[in-house]
């Protein structure tokens, strides 16, 4: 084999160049969040009037890109696997179109060929000495589809942690290596108010020491992780890491020692902090970084006892039947790995999976908890699913529990100023 400073050398080029080797047709994949490569991201954007019928795939972008255009659509178009505030204005108006899709499956879609994969664009630590770039801010279905695609184009920056796990790629597969030295993008905590804080407690309160943790994304699941420092040996297998998990693992709760599958290893499959934490990352033995059709596996997340669950949703109606990803039709974020990471949890032994909502919205003028989902609205975690749900005013456990059963508990942690108005829609539901 070539050497690897030489196959370095050789295939390293402008962004420009490198978006030169898109064919009109292609579909290119882009890693979640921080992972997306912004130089070439950027190129393709001034690139895509000379393009045609391309499409970008990608879960959580940050930037809004050039591409991101209705005008220029039959160009380039965007094909979410999960919207953000970059994109959801699109998925609004319709030029933006979505890709339905467990976050754990999106490996074995793009594997299949049921979603295509003809180039991949991803950030990348430095090259290490025997050729290998570490993709560490998010492997998740990036691994999948560097197997499936025609090009891969990598932006290399010093920036980006080398981190463990089966994140690596070697530079003998790389069609285009583009350099960049610009800060990483940096997501810190959210303000967390009195509402997110008694949540926080309620599940903090009933997460035991030893436990493994998923925490989704969201400020009522930081307010969980605040309330988490005095715990003892919590284990993290989640499929973000973020600045709250890292506050956990500085203050001594997370130590990872009494985890039952993959004991005294953090896993994750995608990054999204600080500069803090992208430091710690980097060759962290503690750490490992793995492709989501791995960490969210239900049947290996399960293999954690006591694994502890922590996601939001939007709505909650009286069944059970949670809609996170929009409101009423219009898409708001994806299903990404809530679903997941329930059923991950229900498995576990001795776990728990937690719904965490506030209990009212748009400033307590309508309620969360509502009869049936508001019409169009995408159903992601499901009745058969659901465990505990949780709100300021306290918890309901709904597994195992009868129609009747659910509707009366989620009335009763329902705001006190519509529990009224929900008693009587139950009523003429011949729920109670």
């Known amino acids: 084999m070539q050497n690897p400073r030489a196959l370095y050398a050789e295939r390293r080029m402008s962004a420009s160049d490198a978006i030169g080797l898109v064919r009109d047709g292609d579909t290119i994949v882009v890693p979640t969040g921080v992972g997306e490569a912004p130089a070439l991201l950027h190129a393709l954007s001034e690139r895509r009037?000379?393009?045609?019928?391309?499409?970008?795939?990608?879960?959580?972008?940050?930037?809004?890109y050039g591409y991101?255009?209705?005008q220029t659509r039959d160009n380039v178009r965007?094909?979410?696997?999960?919207?953000?505030?970059?994109n959801r204005t699109g998925g609004h108006e319709g030029w933006v179109d979505f890709i339905?899709?467990?976050?754990?499956?999106?490996?074995?879609?793009?594997?299949?060929?049921?979603?295509?994969?003809?180039?991949?664009?991803?950030?990348?630590?430095?090259?290490?000495?025997?050729?290998?770039f570490s993709l560490s801010l998010a492997p998740d279905y990036t691994m999948a589809a560097i197997e499936k695609a025609r090009v891969l184009l990598l932006e290399v920056n010093p920036n980006v942690p080398f981190a463990n796990g089966n994140c690596h790629v070697h530079v003998s597969r790389v069609s285009g290596l583009v350099e960049s030295q610009d800060p990483l993008f940096e997501v810190g905590l959210p303000e967390i108010g009195p509402v997110q804080e008694a949540i926080g407690a309620q599940v903090a309160e009933m997460i035991d020491d030893g436990s493994t943790l998923q925490i989704g994304y969201g400020g009522i699941p930081d307010a969980v992780v605040m309330q988490l420092k005095h715990k003892r040996d919590l284990g993290i297998h989640t499929e973000m890491i973020g600045d709250g998990i890292l506050s956990l693992v500085e203050s001594g709760a997370v130590t990872n020692r009494r985890k039952t599958f993959m004991p005294g290893k953090i896993v994750a499959t995608f990054a999204l902090g600080s500069n803090r934490l992208y430091r710690f990352m980097h060759r962290n033995p503690t750490l490992e970084m793995h492709p989501v059709d791995f960490t969210n596996d239900p049947y290996l997340a399960s293999r954690n006892d006591k694994l502890c669950a922590?996601?939001?949703?939007?709505?909650?109606?009286?069944?059970?039947?949670?809609?996170?990803?929009?409101?009423?039709h219009l898409p708001y974020s994806g299903t990404g790995g809530q679903v997941d990471f329930v059923r991950a949890a229900n498995r576990s032994k001795d776990g728990k999976a937690f719904i965490v909502l506030p209990s009212t919205a748009k400033g307590g003028t309508i309620s969360r908890?509502?009869?049936?989902?508001?019409?169009?609205?995408?159903?992601?975690t499901s009745k058969n699913d659901i465990?505990?749900?949780?709100?300021?005013?306290?918890?309901?456990?709904?597994?195992?529990?009868?129609?009747?059963?659910?509707?009366?508990?989620?009335?009763?942690?329902?705001?006190?100023?519509?529990?009224?108005?929900?008693?009587?829609?139950?009523?003429?539901?011949?729920?109670?």
Not at 100 to 129: H, K, N, Q, W
Not at 395 to 411: F, H, N, P, S, W
Not at 418 to 430: G, N, V
């Open 49 to 64: 009037h000379t393009l045609r019928g391309v499409a970008v795939s990608q879960i959580l972008p940050l930037r809004k």
């Open 68 to 70: 991101l255009d209705p």
């Open 78 to 86: 965007h094909d979410a696997y999960f919207f953000s505030g970059a």
């Open 100 to 132: 339905p899709a467990y976050f754990s499956e999106l490996p074995m879609l793009i594997d299949r060929g049921l979603t295509p994969a003809d180039v991949v664009v991803s950030m990348a630590s430095p090259m290490d000495e025997h050729g290998y």
């Open 310 to 328: 922590i996601n939001a949703t939007l709505q909650i109606d009286l069944l059970g039947q949670c809609g996170s990803e929009s409101l009423a």
């Open 369 to 380: 908890v509502v009869p049936t989902l508001s019409p169009g609205t995408h159903v992601t």
């Open 387 to 432: 465990n505990y749900v949780v709100t300021e005013h306290g918890v309901a456990q709904l597994r195992g529990k009868t129609a009747r059963q659910r509707a009366e508990a989620l009335i009763g942690i329902s705001h006190p100023d519509f529990r009224a108005e929900l008693r009587d829609a139950a009523r003429q539901l011949k729920l109670l």
